[in-house]
């Protein structure tokens, strides 16, 4: 997917890669277990969580981080 091609408002923005993506959970959870496979450890600034998988501190970030139940 071109990123040009996706508007800002329905877009995630990886702060770490700065691959944009559609705003949607799963296609943010593929991104992570495509792009960061070892990251366990929640990115998020002032956060210490650390989880058994990638996919959990995906879930840890849609959930806590960004509202999504």
């Given amino acids: 997917m071109n990123p040009d091609d996706i508007l ?10 700065e691959v944009e993506f559609l705003r949607k959970p799963f296609v ?22 650390e989880f058994p998988t990638n996919i959990q501190m995906a879930q840890h970030v849609l959930l806590d981080h960004n509202g999504y139940l």
């Fill in 8 to 17: 800002h408002i329905e877009a995630y923005g990886c702060s770490i890669c």
């Fill in 28 to 49: 943010f959870m593929a991104h992570v277990e495509d792009h960061h496979p070892g990251m366990t450890h929640c990115p998020y600034y002032g956060c210490d969580e």
